[in-house]
Nanobody
Framework: QVQLVESGGGLVQAGDSLRLSCAAS????????MGWFRQAPGKEREFVAA????????YYADSVKGRFTISRDNAKRMVYLQMNSLKPEDTAVYYC????????????????????WGQGTQVTVSS
């Protein structure tokens, strides 16, 4: 079983930055494909970013490309999401997710691609 705990959310103004963290316990973290998703009120949970087990490859939603950066530290069992130039439309609950099944090319942007989820952390961006 894998447990994921997000932290770092908060209330910021448009243009500010935040760094979200996700602490993982259980299992072999260094072999997991990791992702960040978000869910705004009244909307479905959507893909934000993902990173391969080694950190070599990263993937982003078009809406955050160039502003957000995903990274990981396997020694610390941590995944991060650096969010810059935040916009009001980035307001959402942000979730960390882990895929423990072998990675299949292209399988990183849908909710069913992941096996474990954190409880989420709220990010609110005021205009």
């Amino acid at each position: 079983q894998v447990q994921l705990v997000e932290s770092g959310g908060g209330l910021v103004q448009a243009g500010d930055s935040l760094r979200l963290s996700c602490a993982a316990s259980g299992g072999t973290f260094s072999s997991y494909f990791m992702g960040w998703f978000r869910q705004a009120p009244g909307k479905e949970r959507e893909f934000v970013a993902a990173i391969t087990w080694s950190g070599t490859n990263t993937y982003y939603a078009d809406s955050v490309k160039g502003r957000f950066t995903i990274s990981r530290d396997n020694a610390k069992r941590m995944v991060y999401l650096q969010m810059n130039s935040l916009k009001p439309e980035d307001t959402a609950v942000y979730y960390c997710a882990a895929r423990v099944r072998p990675y299949r090319s292209g399988a990183y942007s849908r909710n069913p691609d992941y096996d474990f989820w954190g409880q989420g952390t709220q990010v609110t961006v005021s205009s």
